[in-house]
């Protein structure tokens, strides 16, 4: 596992994953049958995950003290990991002193037309994100 780091800078640090690590063997874990002969290994296990989402929900709330919550949430593939941080974020806060209030907004980004990539990124779903400013 020396390949596999915890940086310590800032609160929280982060897991560097470095290039030449083979992961770990799928052996040890638990998956659908289909993903058979597609899977080589994993390198970022799913309890991992969620306890890195749960850290991060935590510094959320440190930081941002009593004011408000707004999820801005990017279609589609950002829709998990955004249900999972607010799920997280909820739960601290019923278990604590305060209760944050939260919204959730959803936008969707657009960079292609027809099949090809363009250099301009479209915002889709929504007509006016004014109510960001000073987020």
Not at 83 to 100: F, G, Y
Request: glycine share 8%.
């Amino acid at each position: 596992m020396e390949n596999v780091a915890v940086q310590s800078g800032g609160r929280s640090g982060g897991i560097v994953l470095r290039d030449n690590w083979p992961g770990y063997s799928l052996e040890l874990f638990s998956y659908p049958a289909h993903y058979s002969g597609d899977l080589d290994c994993v390198f970022i296990p799913h309890g991992m995950i969620m306890d890195r989402t749960e850290r991060l929900a935590r510094n959320i709330m440190d930081d941002l003290g009593d004011n408000d919550i707004v999820v801005l949430c990017v279609l589609k593939g950002g829709y998990q990991f955004s249900a999972d941080l607010v799920d997280r974020i909820k739960a601290l806060s019923h278990n604590s002193h305060r209760t944050i209030p939260m919204r959730v907004h959803f936008i969707r980004l657009k960079s292609y037309l027809n099949d090809c990539s363009t250099e301009d990124l479209h915002i889709v779903g929504a007509e006016d994100l004014s109510f960001l400013a000073g987020k």
